[in-house]
């Protein structure tokens, strides 16, 4: 990303919120997530393809926190005014050169610190979509993708946790427990 680009992007205003997801202020993004962080609104999307895999992604080494890590589709946040699943839309967008059909999962809030880097402190929307197309990936937010299968995925994180983002972690926990087999039945 140019220096310009992320001079920017760190400018944007996210929205903070309560433990009970109310608004209560604003933000710039690398305020929120300087120190500890602050508790801000945020999403994260998996996309699934007709065979049932998921699309990761491994974030742009340029990114602050856990570049280079491996993620779940597509992660960010809503603008001031926007509603949730509309910045999901927009950003795969942005991200990933393509259009899908969020559908809300959970909300949760988790805290991660990276070292001295900064910190995510979010309550983030969960939300999960069929893809049919190949993405087609922006480099100045993603160095890479690739499709895995649910049960490689799960074995992956078990046996090399390192490699990917606190949140992706958290949320496959909790997704291949108690959504996946509504996801993968949706697609029949």
């Known amino acids: 990303m140019s220096s310009t680009a992320e001079q920017l992007a760190a400018s944007d205003p996210l929205i903070l919120v309560d433990s009970q997801d109310r608004e209560v202020g604003s933000l710039s993004k690398a305020e929120c997530h ?11 999307l998996f996309l699934f393809n007709p065979a049932g895999e998921l699309l990761l992604q491994q974030r742009s ?5 856990w570049g280079g890590y491996w993620a779940n589709s597509c992660c960010s946040h809503p603008r001031l005014g926007e509603k949730v699943e509309e910045a999901a839309i927009r950003r795969v967008r942005e991200e990933l050169g393509v259009s899908c ?21 979010e309550l983030c929307w969960v939300y999960a979509a069929d893809l049919d197309r190949e993405p087609r990936p922006n480099p100045d937010e993603i160095s890479s993708v690739r499709w895995v299968s649910p049960e490689q995925l ?7 946790p390192g490699r990917f983002t606190p949140w992706l972690k958290l949320e496959w926990a909790r ?6 087999g509504g996801i993968q039945a949706g697609r029949r």
């Open 34 to 44: 300087e120190g500890s962080g602050v508790l801000h609104r945020a999403f994260s």
């Open 61 to 65: 080494a340029h990114k602050r926190l």
């Open 101 to 121: 059909r969020p559908r809300f999962l959970y909300k949760f809030e988790y805290h991660a610190q990276f070292g001295d880097a900064g910190a995510e402190h």
């Open 154 to 160: 799960t074995q992956e994180i078990a046996q090399d």
């Open 175 to 180: 997704i291949s427990r108690d959504f996946l």
